[in-house]
């Protein structure tokens, strides 16, 4: 068994998407183990985001750099840098912004697989590279063209654990053990 976060972000939320994107976990047999609806302060947002994981910014830095590439523009001339930790550092901004700007959805998920089978079910961290069915695939029309030159986060409706250690190290973050619950869906009873 394992155990994911999923947050539905402002723009899910703001959408009126809540109820379809929870359906389609909740379908693909993904046991909801907690949940909450909250505000999120930048405290929170700045840890969930840490300012230490150099992987995790650098590759936001890299894909910006890739898109800017191919957009053939100037990544110097529109965000004062090229190097992929400084552009990773800024993005980490806007998306600090992004996540504290209205109210989010955080749910725990719990199944077999649970973060590979949520990142399958979420899509592509870029719309267009989201194939149809997939959530973003299905629901962002966001584009990283648009989204870096307005200066924000990508809206991309859902966050969801990148792998299990990052899923180790972001539920307790957003969770107290006592506020997840384990109970038998009747699907582990067929499974028995
Ligand atoms: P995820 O795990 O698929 O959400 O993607 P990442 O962990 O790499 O990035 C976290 C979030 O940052 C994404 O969901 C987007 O909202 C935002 N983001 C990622 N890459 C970019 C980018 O190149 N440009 C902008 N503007 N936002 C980005
Ligand atoms: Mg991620």
Redesign the pocket.
Same mark, same amino acid.
């Given at each position: 068994m394992e155990q994911t976060l999923i947050i539905l972000?402002p723009d899910a939320v703001s959408r009126g998407l809540s109820g379809e994107i929870i359906k389609r976990f909740e379908q693909a047999g993904l046991k909801i183990v907690a949940g909450r609806f909250q505000k999120v302060d930048r405290e929170l947002a700045g840890k969930h #985001?840490p300012a230490d994981r150099e992987s995790?910014l650098r590759?936001?830095?890299q894909?910006?750099l890739e898109?800017y590439e191919k957009m053939g523009a100037d990544p110097v001339k529109m965000l004062g840098s090229k190097d992929t930790l400084e552009i990773g550092k800024m993005?980490r901004e806007?998306?600090i912004d #992004?996540i504290t700007s209205a109210p989010v959805l955080a749910l725990v998920l719990e199944a077999p697989h649970a973060v590979e089978l949520v990142?399958k079910i979420?899509g592509?961290?870029?719309p267009l590279l989201s194939p149809p069915g997939t959530i973003r695939g299905d629901f962002a029309y966001d584009s990283?063209f648009l989204?870096?030159t307005a *200066?924000?986060?990508? *809206?991309?409706l859902?966050?969801?654990s990148?792998s299990v250690e990052e899923a180790k190290y972001e539920i307790p973050l957003w969770f107290k053990a006592s506020e997840i619950h384990a109970y038998e869906r009747v699907e582990e009873k067929v499974m028995r």
């Open positions: 972000k #985001y995790f590759g936001m830095g894909k910006t898109n993005i806007w998306l #992004y990142r979420g592509h961290t870029l990283s989204a870096n *200066k924000r986060a990508i *809206k991309n859902v966050h969801a990148g």
